[in-house]
């Protein structure tokens, strides 16, 4: 980089409220432990009022997620640094919680498997590697691509988007600062301005919350609005060890009013699926009628247990 880029990326990133420096911050190296837990709470209690400020860009981005992913689509998130170690983390949550495929939501990060546990130099300016990340997925129209990136400027993540908008699939970009870059090359942009961090310019720690905050509500609505869950109960968990196992049992026992006997019987012949077993107790049933009627409702518990038996 020339001299003269040095100092314009220098000037444009001394701008961003996510670089500059707290007056209040600026004597806690002489703190004690306590009042250094004491501070940073109180520095990241701001977060949540930001991400609320937030809610009605996102409510539109969410419901483009929702019919994308209704039709078979998938949902790619893509960053640099924390932000893509942010990604991979909530996407990696939804096959065990929602029972989704693991490619239908998915993480991208900058620097690919050796990026998520060490920096890797100059990945997060590698614009060829953003476009080339999103055609190696193959991205398309049946798609939703969302950036984050606590500047709102990262090359790597915007040259993504572009891409990802080029070919046709709903773009979301995810920021820390107001009129981000990031903004003006998504279909939906959504801001969270929590401000300076406790340590200056340690975009992990406010900025990594806001992030983190704005994913699982992305992540969590879709799957709630898609059927994933039966009120409040992850019925489409995947119980793969013991805690979860258990967690299955006491939800079909709460949605049926099942024993524990019966309800570790049916979820014996469903194959561990929660809403399988319920729908066998509750329509008295063998699994694959079970499985027909979940089906024929989309998934939706609820309607699965008013469709009549065929």
Do not use: W
Not at 61 to 88: F, Q
């Amino acid at each position: 980089m020339s001299q003269a880029a040095s100092r314009a990326v220098r000037s444009d990133l001394a701008q961003l409220r996510t670089e500059q420096t707290d007056p209040r911050y600026a004597e806690i190296d002489r703190l004690s432990t306590a009042e250094l837990a004491a501070l940073m709470n109180e520095a990241d209690a701001a977060v949540p009022a930001a991400v609320a400020a937030a809610i009605p860009a996102l409510v539109p981005a969410i419901d483009a997620v929702v019919e994308k992913l209704a039709a078979g689509g998938r949902l790619l998130y893509v960053g640099a640094g924390t932000p893509g170690r942010i990604a991979l983390l909530d996407a990696a949550e939804c096959p065990p919680t929602f029972g989704t495929d693991p490619e239908t939501v998915q993480g991208v990060i900058a620097g690919g498997t050796t990026a998520i546990t060490q920096a890797v130099e100059g990945v997060e300016d590698d614009t060829a590697a953003g476009t080339a990340d999103i055609a190696a997925r193959e991205v398309g129209p049946g798609d939703a691509v969302l950036g984050l990136t606590a500047s709102g400027r990262t090359p790597y993540v915007l040259a993504a988007v572009t891409e990802a908008r080029r070919r046709g699939a709903v773009t979301i970009g995810l920021s820390c600062n107001t009129e981000a870059e990031l903004s003006a090359v998504v279909q939906y942009p959504i801001e969270v301005a929590a401000g300076p961090e406790f340590i200056a310019g340690s975009t992990r720690l406010k900025a990594g919350t806001a992030q983190k905050l704005i994913l699982n509500m992305i992540s969590t609505i879709s799957m709630v609005r898609l059927g994933k869950t039966h009120g409040n109960l992850m019925v489409d968990l995947v119980a793969t060890n013991e805690k979860l196992q258990a967690r299955a049992v006491r939800m079909v026992q709460e949605i049926t009013g099942a024993t524990v006997e019966a309800a570790e019987t049916a979820l014996a012949g469903a194959g561990r699926h929660v809403k399988t077993a319920v729908v066998m107790l509750e329509r008295d049933t063998d699994a694959a009628t079970a499985r027909t009627l979940i089906d024929a409702a989309d998934g939706r518990l609820a309607a699965a247990l008013t469709l009549p038996i065929r």
